[in-house]
């Protein structure tokens, strides 16, 4: 990702580009749309708390993007690869720093929208700096990643509504299932095709939430269409003919 990255923000003043590239700011509207996503799912009303939350879930976002690098730091190293603190444009102790202030700040947002919704937001960051610590030593690490889409959905209920109902809980256990599945299928490194595309499986749970209750032509519909996408991204992703990996996890993503 690294030498990609560095190509996107090549033009930027060296500062700016650093940052740029340690905060993955591509990944910001995926949390955005989890967060309206959930709103609308809780019938959020309160919209100054809809802007913090969206600002706190941003900010825990950018800290856990930091902290990636920083941890990654040594294998980044070894593997050579094109990231800021490899090539010493920033040092791994300042990233660090960044990005725990960046967290620290995201749950001090969340501080007055209760102990619930900042008791969330505090197991999502943690989650998030697991994952970090993880996810190039532990092979069920996709699971973690998952759980921190999930939490966002929790968090962003607690703080809508102050308690999580069963349609949303359901939703972000959907959620879950859909971002394991898709982490294990474009970012586990093992050879066996086989094994990377039966957690793929899991992507298709989101379909049973869209499709239930069955009378709704609209859930069919809506059913359809991420279905196809899904299926689209899976082949773009596996297919020899295809063979584009790249454009394959931009579907899924």
């Known amino acids: ?11 930027l003043p060296r500062p700016l580009r650093v940052h740029m590239e340690l905060a993955r700011p591509a990944g910001v509207p995926i949390v955005w749309s989890h967060v309206l996503a959930a709103w609308g799912l809780c019938n959020g009303v309160v919209v100054p708390t809809l802007l913090i939350v969206l600002a706190a879930m941003t900010l825990i976002w950018l800290g856990g993007a930091y902290l990636n690098d920083a941890m990654d730091a ?4 070894k593997r050579l690869r094109a990231r ?5 444009e920033i040092s791994v102790f300042s ?6 202030a960046f967290i620290g700040v995201g749950l001090f947002l969340m501080w007055p929208e209760g102990w619930g919704a900042f008791g969330m937001s505090a197991l999502l960051a943690a989650l998030a700096v697991g ?17 921190c889409r999930a939490m966002i959905y929790l968090t962003v209920a607690i703080a809508a509504t102050r308690r999580v109902d069963t349609h949303l809980l359901a939703w972000a256990m959907a959620l879950l299932a859909f971002e394991t599945g898709r982490a294990f299928v474009c970012n586990t490194a093992d050879r066996n095709w086989l094994r990377r ?10 379909a049973l939430a869209f499709i239930f209750p069955l009378q709704n032509p609209t859930r069919w519909l809506l059913t359809g269409v991420f279905g196809i996408w899904t299926l ?8 020899p003919r295809f063979n584009n990996p790249r454009a394959g996890r931009t579907i899924l993503t």
């Open 1 to 11: 990702m690294g030498h990609k990255t560095r190509h996107a923000f090549g033009k």
């Open 74 to 77: 040594p294998i980044d190293g």
């Open 84 to 88: 800021p603190i490899v090539h010493e």
């Open 95 to 100: 990233v660090y720093v960044l990005g725990s």
């Open 131 to 147: 994952y970090n610590v993880s996810h190039l030593r532990f092979k069920w690490s996709p699971l973690i990643l998952g759980g």
């Open 197 to 206: 595309a039966l957690p793929a499986v899991l992507m298709f749970i989101p």
């Open 232 to 239: 689209a991204g899976l082949i773009t992703f596996f297919t």
